[in-house]
């Protein structure tokens, strides 16, 4: 069992910068793909950035791409999603996910139905 906890979330203006952090349990983390999701209210959760077991590969949904940065700490069991030039639109509960299953070094995936374990989310308000 894998339990994945974020941190980091909160207020901050248009513009501005969050750093949120996802501290994982398992031995095996460091084989796992890891993504970031997030859920705007009255929307569909929807991808934000991916990174593969090694780190080598990263993958980000078009809105972020330029803006947010994937991260991972095999040594120490974190991932990190590095928020910059915040916009309102990225207000959301914001969610970690682990992908347990055994892939590539350099694979990344943005389908829900490919990550195992998920955490409670972590909130994201961006003020105009």
């Known amino acids: 069992q894998v339990q994945l906890v974020e941190s980091g979330g909160g207020l901050v203006q248009a513009g501005g910068s969050l750093i949120l952090s996802c501290a994982a349990s398992?031995?095996?983390?460091?084989?796992?793909?890891m993504g970031w999701f997030r859920q705007a209210p009255g929307k569909e959760r929807e991808f934000v950035a991916s990174?593969?077991?090694?780190?080598?590969?990263?993958t980000y949904v078009d809105s972020v791409k330029g803006r947010f940065t994937i991260s991972r700490d095999n040594a120490n069991n974190m991932v990190y999603l590095q928020m910059n030039s915040l916009k309102p639109e990225d207000t959301a509960i914001y969610y970690c996910?682990?992908?347990?299953?055994?892939?590539?070094?350099?694979?990344?995936?943005?389908?829900?139905?490919?990550?195992?374990?998920w955490g409670q989310g972590t909130q994201v308000t961006v003020s105009s």
């Open positions: 398992g031995r095996r983390f460091s084989r796992y793909a």
């Open positions: 996910a682990a992908n347990a299953r055994n892939r590539a070094s350099d694979y990344t995936t943005g389908f829900e139905s490919e990550y195992d374990y």
């Open positions: 990174i593969s077991w090694s780190g080598s590969s990263t």
